[in-house]
């Protein structure tokens, strides 16, 4: 069946220091979504990439979908302690199938 | 309400025993999905509804674990003989499945533990 795989499953940075999480399906995917859940709470959605190589920005995170609409990646410039969480990216074939995430500590 | 509401929020329960699971997703959202998350895992799929049918069940992990949605809104996941490793927090989605975003919302959860 369809698979989302992330990595890496941890990332420890200093606060300012840029990050990045990866995100790979093993079916071509009609749209892919990333999500951020804080600690405690559920998935946030963040947003939805659809087009073959698109790139979207929000701030300081910029969100890009592969060629072959199987990868994705998520980039953070300069991480403040707010963007503290686990960021899912989540494929979508009609049902939603999420990986299993990335931890972003902060340190001060 | 405004967003999708799932009760109870936190569930014990004896191994063995029935429980049930309900979910309120955003009026007039047409999917609703189902998914078990444990600590330090993503969410891991269960159920997708469209409507009152279920359009994808393939998540379900045995035959202990069944979903409904008779009226195409509100829906219960149904867990029969109980087991420790069904322990987790279930969540529940619903998304409008119209325009051109497509995201899921999701509920505060339901804790269950199974003693």
């Known amino acids: 069946g369809q698979q989302v795989m992330q990595i890496p499953q941890y990332q420890h940075v200093q606060e300012g220091e840029d990050f990045t999480t990866y995100c790979n399906s093993s079916?071509?995917?009609?749209?892919i979504q990333w999500y951020k859940q804080r600690p405690g709470g559920h998935p946030v959605f963040l947003i939805q990439?659809?087009?073959?190589?698109e790139v979207k920005k929000q701030k300081r995170l910029t969100f890009q979908f592969g060629e072959a609409k199987k990868n994705s990646s998520l980039h953070i410039t300069a991480t403040q302690t707010t963007d503290v969480g686990t960021y899912f990216c989540a494929g979508r074939n009609g049902k939603i199938i999420f990986g299993k995430g990335t931890r972003l500590h902060i340190l001060p | 309400g405004a967003g999708v509401s799932q009760t109870p929020s936190n569930k014990v329960t004896e191994k063995g025993k029935y429980v049930e699971l309900r979910c309120d997703p955003i009026?007039?959202?047409?999917?609703l999905y189902w998914y078990r998350q444990s600590l330090g895992q993503g969410p891991e799929f269960l159920i997708y509804f469209q409507g009152t049918g279920a359009a994808d069940d393939s998540g379900l992990p045995n035959d202990r674990f069944f979903a409904v949605r008779p009226e195409g809104s509100v829906s219960t996941l149904k867990i029969q003989r109980t087991e420790r490793g069904d322990s987790a927090v279930y969540l529940c989605?619903?998304?409008?499945?119209?325009?051109?975003?497509?995201?899921?919302?999701f509920g505060q959860g339901t804790r269950l533990t199974v003693v």
């Open positions: 990439l659809v087009k073959s190589g």
């Open positions: 989605a619903s998304s409008a499945l119209t325009g051109g975003t497509t995201e899921a919302f």
């Open positions: 079916t071509t995917l009609s749209n």
């Open positions: 009026s007039g959202h047409t999917a």
